[in-house]
């Protein structure tokens, strides 16, 4: 008996129980997909479908060398001289496909939207897992402050499609631009390294190497270090303050509430200006629900010759039915059949089998007993599947040429010419 790798799970057709976490089926999965799509294509965003496998240098360079997903989390395949790595995330893939395809010819912003799975070798817990899923949207493009408020606006009408938007907090922050950021890192490490004893290990190294991921520290001991610390604020340029200030008034005006977080940051070169994240209530260790932010550099580090402009974000979907879950909102459960046909003898289950095919071309969904079992056997199971009418046809329906319906919701039952059973069942009451 084989299992399911640790931190990758199945989707069933129901919900279930596994570690005190519901796993919900793919009737949960299809209407949260469709609602996402439903509302993102409501921004006028186009999908896109790119491969699991990428080149492993478009995820080092595209997601950067020193981030925990390129250091330790990438699953990586050798095959000849080429290294493949199963896709982290959805932006550099993405990012990849608009400079391959040259989608800036189609004309005009690309507002591109993405749903499916993504791999890192993380270690597995509730609401973590190796493979994961997301959705995100990228609007490449476009600098103007309106579209990294879009970008936000978009990610919290998700949000909002599922009644979430009061257990979620949105946190943006301005980066300002790559050289600004260098000179903060500096400032940020001259304030830090006399202290140098007090940091953990990780921050120690990270003083070094990128000192502004030790901004969002858990740490009461180094958030004590870093109240007085310089500030991000005062080292980006009037420009993208300004831009800034505009993000924000757009948000101001369609009513979205954030808090500025000055140390919410992301420690990658090609991250400009705006950075954001939502968290949702409740969710304990993994309350990051989304992030994204202003990628301005990113098409030039995985080898565009000029500057694309672009903001996006990513969502995980698994974090999203953690959230639903801890709100206590209702999903589809298991999809019913419409109808089943119950036949009983060799002639009926002929003609059954037959009839099962029109409902089906007609647009009904029709489930046909495989087993010749008993009408009581056959019954029950109509019942399990939560059919919405039995059409119960035998030697006497047969010879009398009318099928026995019932309405499995209300209980009553009547009987239907077999020539009028198509149309009979168009309805959703039991026909009259
Ligand atoms: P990131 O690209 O790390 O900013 O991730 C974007 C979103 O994906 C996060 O806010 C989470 O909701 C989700 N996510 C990231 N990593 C995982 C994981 N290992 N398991 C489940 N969800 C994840």
């Not at 749903?115 to 493009?141: T, V």
């Not at 298991?334 to 029109?358: H, N």
């Not at 019932?406 to 009547?414: A, E, H, S």
Request: glycine fraction near 10%.
């Amino acid at each position: 008996m084989y299992q399911s790798i640790p931190g990758t799970f199945d989707i069933l057709p129901h919900d279930y129980e596994h570690g005190g976490v519901t796993f919900y089926g793919t009737p949960a999965w299809r209407e949260v997909e469709s609602r996402v799509r439903g509302v993102l294509q409501g921004f006028g965003a186009e999908e896109i479908r790119t491969p699991s496998l990428e080149p492993v240098e478009l995820v080092a360079r595209g997601v950067g060398q020193g981030t925990d997903i390129v250091q330790k989390e990438m699953f990586t395949i050798e095959r000849g001289d080429a290294t493949f790595v199963l896709r982290p995330e959805v932006t550099a893939p993405v990012m990849r496909a608009f400079l391959q395809h040259r989608l800036e010819q189609r004309g005009g912003t690309q507002r591109l939207y993405y749903i499916g799975p993504c791999y890192r070798a993380e270690r597995p817990q509730r609401g973590r897992y190796r493979q994961f899923h997301q959705f995100g949207l990228e609007i490449i493009g476009a600098d103007d402050p309106s579209a990294d408020a879009e970008c936000i606006a978009a990610m919290m009408a998700v949000y909002a499609a599922f009644g979430l938007t009061d257990r979620t907090r949105l946190r943006i922050n301005s980066l300002g631009e790559p050289e600004s950021r260098q000179r903060f890192a500096e400032a940020l490490r001259e304030h830090l390294a006399p202290h140098a004893d007090q940091l953990s290990e990780t921050s120690r190294r990270r003083l070094d190497s990128n000192p502004l991921r030790i901004l969002d520290t858990k740490s009461e001991q180094e958030r004590a270090l870093l109240a007085d610390a310089p500030s991000l604020a005062t080292f980006i340029s009037e420009e993208s303050r300004q831009h800034y200030a505009s993000v924000k008034l757009l948000l101001d005006g369609a009513g979205i509430v954030y808090q500025e977080d000055p140390l919410l940051v992301r420690g990658l070169d090609y991250y400009t200006r705006t950075a954001f994240e939502l968290e949702g209530d409740g969710l304990g260790a993994q309350a990051a629900l989304a992030g994204g932010g202003r990628y301005d550099g990113l098409a030039e580090a995985v080898g565009s010759k000029s500057t694309v402009p672009a903001v996006g974000f990513a969502a995980g979907i698994e974090r999203l039915f953690l959230a639903l879950a801890a709100a206590e909102a209702p999903l589809p459960q298991e999809s019913a059949p419409d109808v089943f046909l119950v036949a009983l003898g060799e002639e009926a289950r002929a003609w059954a089998f037959k009839q099962a095919q029109e409902l089906r071309m007609a647009g009904r969904s029709v489930v046909f007993d495989l087993g010749a079992r008993s009408m009581k056997a056959q019954m029950k199971e109509a019942n399990r599947k939560g059919a919405r009418f039995a059409v119960i046809v035998g030697e006497d329906e047969l010879a009398s040429g009318q099928a026995q319906v019932r309405d499995l919701t209300k209980g009553d039952q009547r009987s239907v010419p077999l020539s009028e059973l198509n149309a009979a069942l168009q309805g959703t009451g039991l026909p009259a």
